[in-house]
């Protein structure tokens, strides 16, 4: 009896972590770390890396709603190339947006 009683709270625990991961997902910072990452974070395919002020500047004064526009629907810039959603057709506009804010508030 011991053992089930464990059993069940070891995956009543469990699933409450799970619950929390994809909770977290749908925020800016998670979205980024699981989708946008990849490129942000080493600039490939001139994709500027978040944190570098420099290479923010330009595009945080066109504005957020440009940046998540360009996101969104792709955009071909004179140092590299977004594609469409990050090349993942599910995301979402909601979460593009908390990505792209969460990206902009770490590189100002």
Known sequence: MKKLLVLFIISAVSLCFTTISFADAAKGEGVYMNFCAACHASG???????????????????????????????????????????????LTKEEISSAVTYMVDKSK
């Open 44 to 90: 490939i395919a001139g994709a500027p890396k978040v944190g570098d002020k420099a290479a923010w500047q330009e595009r945080i004064a066109q504005g957020t709603p440009v940046l998540v526009e360009h996101a969104l629907n792709g955009f071909q810039g004179k140092s590299g190339f977004m594609p469409a959603k990050g090349g993942n057709s599910a």
